[in-house]
C-alpha cells in the first residue's frame, strides 16, 4: 500500500465516522455550518500554536481536529436541499483547482 491509499484509507474511514456520528447524535443533527463556526476558529488557532511551538505531535491532533470540522461541514452540506454537496464533491474542487494552478502535475 503506497502513501495515497493508506490516506484514502484513513479519509474514507473518517468520513464514515463522521457520517455515522450525524446519523446517531441529535446534537450533531441539530448543528449547522453557522454554529459550527466557533468550533472552526477554535481548530484552526490550535493548529497555529502547534506549529508556532514546533510540537509535531500536538500538529498532527489538531490537524485531525480541523479535518474533522471540514468533514463535519461536507456532511452538513451532504443532507442540503439546496446545492448538496459531499466532502468528495470538496475533494475533487480542490484538486480541479491545484491541478490548474499547477499545470506541470
Known amino acids: 500500500m503506497n502513501d495515497a491509499d493508506a490516506a484514502s484509507d484513513g479519509l474514507r474511514r473518517a468520513a464514515e465516522v463522521m457520517h455515522e456520528v450525524?446519523?446517531?447524535c441529535v446534537w450533531s443533527?441539530?448543528?449547522d455550518h453557522a454554529a459550527l463556526v466557533p468550533?472552526?476558529?477554535e481548530e484552526s488557532a490550535e493548529v497555529i500554536d502547534a506549529v508556532e511551538?514546533?510540537?509535531r505531535a500536538e500538529l498532527r491532533e489538531e490537524l485531525g481536529d480541523l479535518l474533522w470540522q471540514v468533514l463535519f461541514h461536507a456532511e452538513i452540506?451532504?443532507?442540503s436541499d439546496v446545492d448538496a454537496f459531499d466532502i468528495d464533491d470538496v475533494a475533487r474542487g480542490l484538486t480541479e483547482k491545484m491541478v490548474r494552478r499547477h499545470p506541470h502535475v
Open 29 to 31: 443533527q441539530q448543528i
Open 53 to 55: 511551538n514546533g510540537d
Open 77 to 79: 452540506a451532504s443532507r
Open 22 to 24: 450525524r446519523e446517531k
Open 39 to 41: 468550533y472552526l476558529v
